[in-house]
């Protein structure tokens, strides 16, 4: 069926786009085809009926924490140094060793799930029931992903703060 | 959307090619901002196998599940964003070779 | 007096401690008081105690306590006072008073005056200790401590690195003889189950018959321990060393006392060795061995006081050949006109080195027979005795060794020639040392004369080694009686005649230079011969090579601790582990990065593994 296709297609944009991901020099390139491949997979999570799980993808992922990053590279500010900077790092001697690991984890993997079966998407899981959920079974786990939140807030704010105070000051030195 | 059957071993196939690019990723850069990213794709796409797991047997907990590693990916980003800047203070450089203060 | 017995040896201790504490905040002649009167007061009740015992013949004995109790093994401090003990205590504490009134002018302007009279009065309390024992244990002591005083008064001037080597070679040599003694008490105390000398001779004798094995090897250990203590081969060696120490030192307890005591433990435990005739044959034949060697080897020595040092470990020799042929009263009697004549020649040396500024070589000395009358006389004196020219003390008892030595079956004539050939040499050695100190040329002047605390001592020794050989020492009820026989008398003709044959000979080398021996003594025979006598038979050089020089190896290879090094080789091992292990430890992220996604391979592998089967 054309959704069928549609899953394909999505996958191999998802692919692609992280491929490009990994080997740019520019950082802002990099994040814009994660966010390429972030909303693939977005689109892969609607296909197989969890559009909940799509939607916070595509809001919570794409739209908050890549922006996130966004941000954090405009402030550092890295500039035309930073990109030669990371093509002399990305030279393509260095794949050789964690290519091979990656291609030994991958053969794990797939021999893992090769005889996982049966069809995916009998019926969409709708929101719900995935709030349903949360405020059943797994409440307490909202409760410590509440605290989880709290934790990264206070450790970012912290860790933050002092580069704001002093950097602002020193802002247009060399980096 | 009802009775698509996508395969699950495909979508499996999909999350475990995109862990491996991820993984592949975070061993080359020696940028940490590319090694964030490559921590989000990998998180991503455990992300993937657990939602298509779910929707495979027609429950919640998959989805649930997401929630939960979206909450990590973002308090885990939050705070290595600020190490970023940490590093890049006290460093002048974002090359993560050079903080092996560990070494021996 | 029976009760108060304990005074003798304790007035010298309490002394020797009173001095040790209080010493260095008296005054000189306080000192001098203090040590010489305690021995004095020694001496006083000592012959009060003689004259008792003249009277009634009865033997003492005191109990103070019990040492220690454990496992029925009970030995008391206790003393036994017989016969044989008077003869030792009146030696030791008569000639012992002599030497410390000798001493208070000999050591007058040294120093450490006090701690020279405190060693001095520990050691007569050690002695008398010794002597006065009534079982094996409290003999021990009284040894052990006689070794300590010794080793302390050798080494008095330590400050000099050549009296502290020479105090530490007395103490560790006597110490070996020590230890094979030990070791004999510990065999007695075994099989006969006690200490006590009296109950244990008569357990021997209903244990064990005439030449059974088990005596004949606590016997030799017990000789073993008095070779070592009385300076006989082997283990004499330390008593020409032992020279370094101050001269009325070497007087007293290496002439008159100390070195006695080896005699007088093999004398008390008589009745031990008559059940082991073998042993005493080993005594005779060490007894002559070293009388014969210490001869030689003084022939040809230059030091005044080697002289007199190797003439007692020969007199011991004869001392030690009367005990080994069963002339138990003999060696007694030698031992005491021993320390007579011995003591005499030693306070004489010292008054002569004393007035000479400490010149020891016999060849830069002579024509003191003027300058020093005293001491020359004294010399005269205790050489006659000595070389046991007739009617003086040394005459009597020596001749009494050599006849019943002759009359020994089998061993007896030949032990006896061999003993007339120690005397002869006897006399000639003595006499040497006469007749170049005192007649002929004046090489070095006396630089002051000697005043009465040195001049009475060696009166009195002159006139007691003069008239000493007519005492009659009460050993009759302690030894078994000799058999009363008599050898032939051109025997006896011959052993008189001997020491005036040697005093002719030295008279001609030495006094008239009639008889030249210089082209024998430069020949190369003669030169060779001359210096291995010299060097005391070479023994010290095989001591050294034997046994000094694979110690000191020894101990240098060890030095650097290499058992230790097992312990370095752990440490070792594990720092290269360390620091090979430490090379994963980058620092880099990636590198951690790269292993974990290894360990992640592995665990998956594994996961696999088990769901699976797939390894399989």
């Known amino acids: 069926m054309l959704e069928i296709v549609f899953f394909y297609i999505a996958a191999t944009v998802a692919l692609i786009a992280t491929v490009m991901a990994m080997t740019r020099a520019n950082a802002i390139h990099a994040l814009i085809y994660l966010i390429v491949s972030l909303l693939a997979v977005a689109v892969i999570f609607f296909l197989i009926g969890a559009p909940f799980a799509a939607a916070l993808e595509i809001v919570i992922y794409a739209g908050a924490i890549m922006v996130l990053f966004v941000f954090v590279i405009m402030m550092l500010n890295l500039g035309e140094k930073g990109d030669k900077q990371e093509r002399q790092w990305l030279k393509p001697g260095i794949w050789a060793g964690p290519a091979v690991l990656s291609v030994i984890l991958l053969v794990e993997l797939l021999v893992v799930i090769s005889d996982v079966n049966g069809p995916v998407s009998v019926s969409a899981v709708s929101a719900k029931e995935v709030g349903l959920s949360l405020f059943g079974p797994y409440v307490l786990a909202v409760e410590i992903s509440a605290m989880l939140l709290l934790a990264g807030l206070v450790g970012s704010f912290h860790l933050g703060r002092r580069y704001l105070e002093r950097d602002h000051i020193e802002k247009g030195s060399s980096q | 959307m009802d009775g698509l059957n996508i395969p699950l071993n495909h979508i499996l196939l999909v999350s475990s090619l995109l862990f491996a690019i991820g993984m592949l990723g975070l061993m080359i850069r020696r940028n940490i901002i590319f090694i964030l990213m490559s921590l989000e794709v990998m998180l991503n796409a455990a992300a993937l196998a657990f939602v298509a797991a779910g929707a495979r047997w027609g429950q919640p907990d998959g989805q649930v599940v997401f929630m939960l590693i979206l909450t990590v990916a973002a308090a885990e980003v939050a705070v290595g964003l600020g190490l970023v800047l940490q590093v890049q203070k006290r460093f002048k450089t974002l090359d993560m070779d050079h903080a092996n203060r560990m070494q021996g | 007096m029976s009760d108060t017995i304990w005074l003798i040896p304790l007035i010298p201790f309490l002394s020797s401690v009173a001095l040790m504490l209080f010493g260095s905040r008296l005054k000189i002649t306080h000192i001098g008081v203090l040590g010489v009167a305690s021995v004095g007061i020694s001496a006083l009740l000592t012959l009060v105690l003689a004259v008792e015992f003249m009277q009634n013949q009865q033997e003492i004995q005191a109990s103070l306590w019990t040492w220690m109790e454990v496992a029925g093994f009970a030995p008391g401090i206790s003393f036994y006072f017989d016969g044989l003990t008077l003869v030792m205590m009146s030696v030791i504490t008569g000639v012992g008073f002599l030497i410390h009134l000798f001493s208070t002018e000999f050591m007058e302007k040294d120093p450490s005056y006090a701690r020279y009279f405190a060693y001095l009065n520990m050691f007569v309390a050690a002695m008398l200790i010794l002597v006065m024992a009534d079982n094996l244990l409290l003999l021990y002591l009284g040894w052990e401590g006689v070794g300590v005083c010794s080793y302390l008064l050798v080494g008095f001037w330590y400050q000099h690195n050549a009296n502290g080597h020479a105090a530490r070679k007395a103490f560790i040599v006597t110490r070996i003889g020590d230890t094979a003694m030990a070791l004999g008490l510990l065999l007695l105390f075994t099989e006969l189950g006690t200490l006590d000398i009296q109950a244990m001779v008569g357990a021997a004798n209903q244990t064990w018959q005439i030449g059974d094995s088990i005596p004949l090897v606590a016997c030799l250990l017990i000789v073993c321990g008095a070779v070592g203590k009385s300076a006989q081969l082997p283990l004499h060696t330390w008593l020409p060393d032992a020279m370094a120490g101050p001269t009325p030192v070497s007087a007293l307890i290496h002439a008159a006392t100390m070195v006695t005591a080896g005699v007088y433990l093999i004398a008390r ?348």
């Open chain 3, 269 to 616: 435990t008589h009745g031990l060795f008559l059940l082991a005739p073998t042993a005493m044959t080993v005594v005779a034949v060490i007894g002559i061995a070293t009388s014969l060697m210490a001869a030689f080897t003084a022939l040809m020595q230059t030091d005044i006081k080697r002289i007199l040092a190797y003439s007692t470990i020969s007199q011991i020799g004869y001392m030690f050949l009367a005990l080994g042929v069963g002339a138990w009263s003999a060696g007694i009697f030698h031992l005491m006109t021993h320390a007579f004549f011995k003591a005499l020649l030693f306070l004489g040396s010292g008054a002569i080195i004393h007035c000479l500024h400490h010149e020891h070589n016999i060849f830069k000395m002579g024509g003191l027979r003027t300058r020093m009358p005293v001491t020359f006389w004294s010399f005269m004196i205790g050489s006659a005795a000595l070389a046991a020219l007739p009617m003086t003390s040394g005459f009597f008892s020596k001749d009494q060794i050599l006849l019943q030595a002759y009359q020994l079956p089998d061993l007896g004539p030949s032990l006896w020639m061999a003993g007339l050939l120690g005397a002869l040499l006897t006399a000639i050695y003595s006499f040497r040392l006469v007749f170049v100190v005192f007649f002929g040329q004046a090489n070095t002047e006396p630089d002051k004369d000697t005043g009465w605390r040195m001049a009475v001592p060696l009166s009195v020794l002159c006139f007691l080694a003069m008239i000493g050989g007519y005492f009659m020492i009460p050993v009759a009820e302690v030894f078994p009686a000799s058999d009363g026989s008599h050898p032939a008398h051109w025997v006896e003709y011959v052993s008189i005649s001997v020491p005036l044959v040697g005093l002719l000979i030295a008279y001609l080398v030495f006094f008239n230079r009639r008889l030249n021996v210089d082209g024998l003594a430069n020949s190369t025979v003669g030169k060779s011969l001359g210096n291995f006598w010299l060097s005391g038979w070479g023994i010290d050089w095989l001591y050294d090579h034997l046994f000094v020089r694979p110690y000191y190896g020894l101990a240098n290879l060890l030095k650097s601790e290499p058992v230790d090094g097992i312990y370095g080789l752990i440490v070792a091992l594990n720092q290269t582990f360390n620091h090979w292990l430490s090379a994963a430890q980058t620092g880099r992220m990636r590198w951690y990065l790269a292993s974990m996604v290894a360990g992640l391979i592995i665990l998956i592998t594994l996961a696999a593994n088990l769901s699976t089967g797939v390894l399989q």
